[in-house]
Structure formats: structure tokens, C-alpha cells
């Protein structure tokens, strides 16, 4: 079974920063892509920022020079720096991994539980 664990989530006044990290663990052969999503109260969730295994990310337009998306390979971990937080971006905010695991040849899509970020004004 995989499981992917979230972590740094909380209470920051705008304009601050807030890390959070994205463990994956469990029978992975390996992981392809990575990312941070988010869900605003009454709105879809939406793709924050991606990262491929070779480190190439892709961002949401609105938090594009103040976000960065990094990985660790050897840790199976994924991290979102966020910096200048704006209250628009408070939200729950969901790590999601590709994974193979030693079960299936193909790769499925895995989720984390869910870290709230609130972003006050």
C-alpha cells in the first residue's frame, strides 16, 4: 500500500511564508510526477504546481514567482515553498504522486490526506 503523509499546513499572515513537505512511503518501485493541488471552500480544486522526475515544474499563473516546487528523490518527498502569501491562497492543499508499486506494472495516481493553509489578512 502507498501512502503519501503532509506536513508544514497552518496559520500565516499575508505576506508571510509556509513550507509544506509531501512524504511518500510504503511498497513504491518508483514515482513520476509530483504535485500540489488545491481546494478553496466552494471552488474545484485546482493544480498548484507540478514537478517531473527530472525536476522540470509547471506552475498555476497566479502563484508564479512566489511559489516553488521542489523534490527529493532519495526521500520520495515533495515540497512547496510558498512565500508572499496572499489570502486568496488559503485553501486545503493536496500532494499527489504518480506511483508504480511493486503490486502493478501501470502507475496510479495517489493523494495526501489534506493540509489547511489559511492565509489572514
Known amino acids: 500500500q502507498v501512502q503519501l503523509v503532509e506536513s508544514g499546513g497552518g496559520l500565516v499572515q499575508a505576506g508571510g511564508s509556509l513550507r509544506l513537505s509531501c512524504a511518500a512511503s510504503g511498497n513504491i518501485v518508483s514515482i513520476r510526477d509530483m504535485g500540489w493541488y488545491r481546494q478553496a471552500p466552494g471552488k474545484q480544486r485546482e493544480l498548484v504546481a507540478s514537478i517531473t522526475t527530472v525536476a522540470r515544474t509547471n506552475y498555476l499563473d497566479s502563484v508564479k514567482g512566489r511559489f516553488t516546487i521542489s523534490r527529493d528523490n532519495t526521500k520520495k518527498t515533495v515540497y512547496l515553498q510558498m512565500n508572499s502569501l496572499k489570502s486568496e491562497d488559503t485553501a486545503v492543499y493536496y500532494c499527489?504522486?504518480?506511483?508504480?508499486?511493486?503490486?502493478?506494472?501501470?502507475?496510479?495516481?495517489?493523494w495526501g490526506q489534506g493540509t489547511q493553509v489559511t492565509v489572514s489578512s
Open positions: 499527489n504522486a504518480e506511483v508504480r508499486s511493486y503490486s502493478s506494472i501501470y502507475f496510479t495516481s495517489y
